[in-house]
């Protein structure tokens, strides 16, 4: 086995005899070793605090957590899932009161099927109670009238979801209406779609007569639009004036739609009517959903620009509705056809009605090059008349080169043309999301 040792040096302290007459020193001096760093010394410093140090330590207090307000009112609080549950089956109190109950049940897991086997309340109806809560909680915010408020404490709900879609001032002035006219369901669905579309009418006729601010015009405006989709006299189109009368709530709203239903609105006369106004085409853009929610339609067949003069002459002439279903029947068969509101334009249109759809728009004499070259067309021509009579009206014409182009009477006939392929009546653009870009009339040469 192999051992090593290990000696320990021990240093002791030397004298010698030469300086000191002692041969031995009592007390030897400590053996001291030195180091080449010199020695740190403390360092003390004190902050000197800015002058907004007090602002500054005020900020930087420490804030708690506070959890937002609950919505659920002081009684369910404290309720366990069970007890939610219970208060949701025996609809234990107002509406907007257990309501706020069935998103704390989604938050701890219960989904819509599970909420509905346990309390008998439909998928459908939790969706109808929360939103209309939240509606019925703007309106408290916007200090809405508690009368108003107290007509929807029972069964309001399916009213207040129809507004959702408002805006909050919208919400206070459609919930004043709805209790004034003791709307049900329908009409408050009615009264929010009018309150909506109202300002995507700018540049209908009449539309400057209805007030914007109260609903009753808004309703009142939608009804009139929807006579002008009926012939006059017809019973559709009074029954359309006097839903609008009743619903209209400015005087000067109330005098259009009466003198429409007594039928004086006389005709301007011709020499005081500036040409502008006296023809007139409408260009309007087709509303995304629009021939859906139209109470009438009309059917028209459809040929190409690039078909020029044959497709237009080949299409069908007379196209009727028969039948209880209206089933649309042509005097012969064709692949294209195209389904529009019934605007007053094309409702007016008999047979010889045809639309020519064109990739862009410059086959209108446009005096302005902003989306001409953008997006296709549809231009809606009257067979039936021909004739080359207005300076002013457009038409539907072939020129020289055989392109298809809409062309001013003026300007037919000072080339000495009496005779065209169809009266322009109406010029129709695709639906876009951007609607706020309706043509005027100074947008024609």
Known sequence: MLSVTTNTLTLKAFTSPFTDNNLFR???????????KPLLKPVSASLIPPPNSQQRRQQQVYQPFRPPPSPLPPQFRNLDTASRLEVLANRLGLWFEYAPLIPTLYQEGFPPPSVEE????????????????????????????????????????????????????????????????????????????????????????????????????CLSFMYYRQSKEHKNPSEERTSFLELALQAAESDEAKKLIERELQGEIEEKDEKEVKIEDRVHVPVVRLKIGEVSEATSVVVLPVCRGEEKEKGISEAPFECRSEGEFGVVAAEKGWNRWVVLPGWE????????????????????????????????????????????????????????????????????????????????????????????????DDDWE
């Open 118 to 217: 346990s309390t008998g309340i439909s998928g459908v109806e939790q969706n109808r109670l929360v939103v209309a809560a939240q509606v019925r909680d703007s309106l408290v915010e916007s200090n809405t009238d508690p009368e108003v408020l107290a007509f929807f404490d029972t069964g309001g709900a399916e009213l207040l979801y129809e507004i959702r879609l408002l805006s909050a001032s919208q919400r206070a002035a459609a919930a004043r209406f709805l209790v004034e006219n003791n709307c049900d369901a329908k009409g408050a669905q009615d009264l929010a779609r009018a309150m909506k579309d109202f300002p995507r009418r700018r540049g209908e006729i009449a539309r400057e007569k209805f007030n914007y601010v109260l609903p009753g015009d």
């Open 345 to 440: 334009p094309v409702v007016g249109l008999g047979n010889g009605g045809v639309v020519v759809s064109f990739s862009d728009a410059r086959v209108l004499p446009w005096r302005v090059n902003r989306w001409y070259k953008e997006e296709a067309i549809l231009v809606v021509a009257d067979r039936s008349r021909k004739a080359v009579e207005v300076d002013e009206g457009f038409y539907l014409v072939q020129l020289e080169d055989g392109e298809l182009k809409v062309e001013r009477g003026l300007a037919l006939k000072e080339r000495g043309v009496e005779e065209s392929l169809g009266t322009v009546v109406l010029v129709v653009r695709p639906p876009k999301e951007e609607i706020d870009d309706q043509l005027s």
């Open 26 to 36: 009592l007390n030897p001096l400590p053996l001291r070793f030195f180091s080449s």
